[in-house]
Every structure is written in structure tokens, then in C-alpha cells.
């Protein structure tokens, strides 16, 4: 029989790579999503890619009129929550609108999880808790700081709220990954991160300057402690972080969970400074991109990379494309929305 997986915010851009790969390692998926963030046509994209019919509801899966629903029409073995806002500056403006959403949407899941009887859970977390570590690269042991943002604060106490569930339910399984810096697109250029507005990321910003978007990329310091002066970060391929799922997924759904609850890094554990990625995004693509170094960005940190090691040997998993492979991605993709060439 073939295992059914709930993915919340499934129409997002890692939710929808996700999807992707769920289904192309042979699982059913339901996405669930209420495109506060998102827009149909990433679901559409996951259904040509797979070929599947991938049911889509769209709900608010903080409310459980909305979402307790869809547990009784699809049973599924296990969710994937990735439903949340994201914005880190937007978080610290609107802090009330990110602990709702996002704290309640974790609650609400395992609220139909027991309900429903459904045992197994994989959370979207960050490295954003690890802050700037004291010793590089970050270990899953790596004490967790105070958060920066809201937003982060989030992701900590959704944590929390996970390892205090499993501990007092049982039968309960829950899998964090912290996620370091995604970036890229699905290779079919179907989907791919569609940022609103203007981008805060630097990936979508790379490809939107190089794109004539925006005029000049900003980068922000040149002057940390780093090879280049230029801050250090595990830059992931999204397809990369999808399969990370999937692996999650079969160890729990497979009974291989060593602890009810369990926490991996999901990075490449490759420090790449944002210097070195411009060059490369050039390089690799054969497009400049007008930047220009400006100030530190606040509350940035100097620099955070993974530890894999843990998920490499657990998860059995590997990030397997390179910064290039990567980076050739997200420059199809921006091109791929834009109409260019
Ligand atoms: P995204 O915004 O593309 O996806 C999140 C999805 O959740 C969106 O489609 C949005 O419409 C949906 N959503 C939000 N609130 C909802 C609600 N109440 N009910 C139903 N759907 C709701 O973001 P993403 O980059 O794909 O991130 C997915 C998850 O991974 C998030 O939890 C995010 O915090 C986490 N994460 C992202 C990054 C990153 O850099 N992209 C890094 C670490 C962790
Ligand atoms: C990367 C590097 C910038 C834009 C954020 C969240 C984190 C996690 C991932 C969710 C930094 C530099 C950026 C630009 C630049 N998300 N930069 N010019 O800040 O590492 O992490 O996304 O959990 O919580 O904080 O990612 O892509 O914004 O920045 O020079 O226009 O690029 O200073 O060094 P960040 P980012």
C-alpha cells in the first residue's frame, strides 16, 4: 500500500519541491495550503513535473474548521508542516501576526494528528536557531541562542512545542530539520522560489539584477572575519533539501527512528561567501551582475555552515549538486519566468 503524506504550505517553494520528490519515491501527496504565500501555479507545476493528480486544498491550517476536514477526507501516514510565514524583517514588525500563524499552525497540525491518529511528523526548522555559533560548523549538539527575530523565535519555540508533544504522547514522532539556506529551482524550471516584492534573500536577488529587475545588488560588508570579508553561509539546493524529506519521511514511516524526537542539519557543509556565489552565479551563467558593497546588514551573522555529518550518516542522505549546478538552476528559472531568451 502506498503511504499518503499531508504536506502543509505544500504550495511553497520548498513544500512544492518536496512534493515533488515524495512522489517520485512513491508516495501519495495531499498539499494543503492557503496561498497566503504561494500561488497555484507552483501546484500546477508539481503535477506536470510528476504527472500525479496531487489533490490541493486550500485552507487555513491554523484553523481546525479548516483543517481537521481534510484529515478526514485524505488519511494520510504522516505530515510534512511546512505552512508558516518567513519574512525575518517583516517578523519584527508584525511580531503578533508571526507567533499566531505560525505557533498556532504547529499546534493545530498535532491537535489533528492525535485526533486522526496520524503518528508521524517532519517540522521545517532553521539554522536561524543556532545564531552566530561559538565553533564551526554547527553540530546538532550546538547550544541554540537566543533569537534574533521573531520569526526565529518561532522556530525555536516550535521546536519545543514538538519535543514536549512526542515526550507526552506517545507513539509520536517528530523529525526537526534545520535547514540552512535554500536556494535554486526544480530543473524542469517549472518551480521555483517566487518572492513578493523586492527579494531578501540573495539568491532571488543575484537573479533579478542579472535579469534587469533591480539595478544594483547590494552586498552587504566586506569587512568580516571571513576569507573575503564577505559573510559565510551553507547555500542548499532546494531539490537537495526536498530529498532530505523524503529520507526523514522513510525513517519514520519505516520505523527506523532512533528517539521519538530527533533533530538533523540539513546543510551541505560548504562555506560559501556571498562574494564567491556572485562570482560563480557570472561565472557559470556568463551574465554579469552589478553589485556594489555596501554596509553590514543588521543583525546579520558573520557566518554559520553545517555539520552534516549526523543526517549523512542517519538519513543516509547526501547533498549532491554543486554551488554551480545550482546556481545555473535559479538563472534558468528567473529566466524561465521572465520570458528572456
Ligand atoms: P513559503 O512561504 O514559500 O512556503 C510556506 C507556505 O505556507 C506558503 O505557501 C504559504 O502560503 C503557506 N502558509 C502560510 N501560513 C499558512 C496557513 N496559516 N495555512 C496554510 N498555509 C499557510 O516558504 P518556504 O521557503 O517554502 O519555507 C517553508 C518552511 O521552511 C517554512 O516553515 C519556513 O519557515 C522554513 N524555512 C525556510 C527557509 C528558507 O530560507 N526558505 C529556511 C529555513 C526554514
Ligand atoms: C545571505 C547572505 C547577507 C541579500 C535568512 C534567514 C534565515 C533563513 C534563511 C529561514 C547574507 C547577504 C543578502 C542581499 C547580501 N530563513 N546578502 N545582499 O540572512 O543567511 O538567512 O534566510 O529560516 O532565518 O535569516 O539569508 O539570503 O538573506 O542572506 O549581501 O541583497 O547574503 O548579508 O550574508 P540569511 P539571505
Not at 550518516?313 to 549546478?325: I, R, T
Request: a negative charge.
Amino acid at each position: 500500500m502506498k503511504k499518503r503524506v499531508l504536506v502543509t504550505g505544500g504550495a511553497g517553494y520548498i513544500g512544492s519541491h518536496t512534493a515533488v520528490e515524495l512522489i517520485e519515491a512513491g508516495y501519495d501527496v495531499v498539499v494543503a495550503d492557503d496561498l497566503s504565500n504561494a500561488e497555484m501555479t507552483a501546484v500546477e507545476g508539481v503535477r506536470r513535473i510528476t504527472g500525479a493528480e496531487v489533490p490541493f486544498v486550500k485552507a487555513d491550517c491554523s484553523d481546525p474548521a479548516q483543517l481537521f476536514p481534510i484529515f478526514e477526507q485524505y488519511p494520510v501516514d504522516a505530515v510534512i508542516h511546512f505552512a508558516a510565514f518567513k519574512a525575518v524583517g517583516e517578523s519584527v514588525h508584525k511580531p503578533l501576526d508571526y507567533y499566531r500563524n505560525n505557533l498556532s499552525l504547529l499546534i493545530t497540525v498535532l491537535e489533528a494528528m492525535r485526533k486522526y491518529g496520524v503518528e508521524n511528523i517532519v517540522f521545517s526548522s532553521s539554522c536561524t536557531v543556532y545564531g552566530q555559533a561559538d565553533v564551526l560548523p554547527v553540530t546538532e549538539q550546538t547550544p541554540r541562542k537566543e533569537a534574533e527575530s521573531p520569526y526565529g523565535n518561532t522556530k525555536k519555540m516550535c521546536e519545543d512545542i514538538l519535543r514536549d508533544s512526542v515526550k507526552a504522547y506517545p507513539g509520536l514522532k517528530g523529525i526537526a530539520l534545520r535547514y540552512f539556506n535554500p536556494i535554486g529551482a526544480h530543473p524542469s524550471a517549472l518551480i521555483g522560489e517566487l518572492p513578493r516584492g523586492v527579494p531578501n534573500n540573495l539568491v532571488p536577488y543575484v537573479t533579478q539584477t542579472a535579469a534587469g529587475l533591480r539595478e544594483q545588488l547590494s552586498v552587504f560588508g566586506d569587512d568580516y572575519n571571513t576569507p573575503d570579508g564577505s559573510c559565510l553561509r551553507d547555500y542548499i539546493d532546494v531539490v537537495d533539501l526536498a530529498r532530505a524529506h523524503v529520507a526523514a519521511i522513510g525513517r519514520m514511516v519505516g520505523g527506523r527512528s532512533k528517539a521519538p524526537y530527533e533533530i538533523f542539519n540539513v546543510g551541505t557543509g560548504r562555506p560559501v561567501s556571498v562574494l564567491e556565489l556572485v562570482h560563480t552565479f557570472e561565472k557559470v551563467n556568463g551574465v554579469k551582475v552589478n553589485y556594489k558593497i555596501v554596509g553590514r546588514r543588521a543583525g546579520d551573522i558573520e557566518a554559520v555552515w553545517a555539520d552534516t555529518s549526523y543526517a549523512n550518516s542517519e538519513l543516509g542522505w547526501k547533498a549532491e549538486k554543486s554551488l554551480e549546478e545550482t546556481l545555473a538552476g535559479a538563472w534558468n528559472w528567473e529566466k524561465h519566468r521572465r520570458g528572456i531568451e
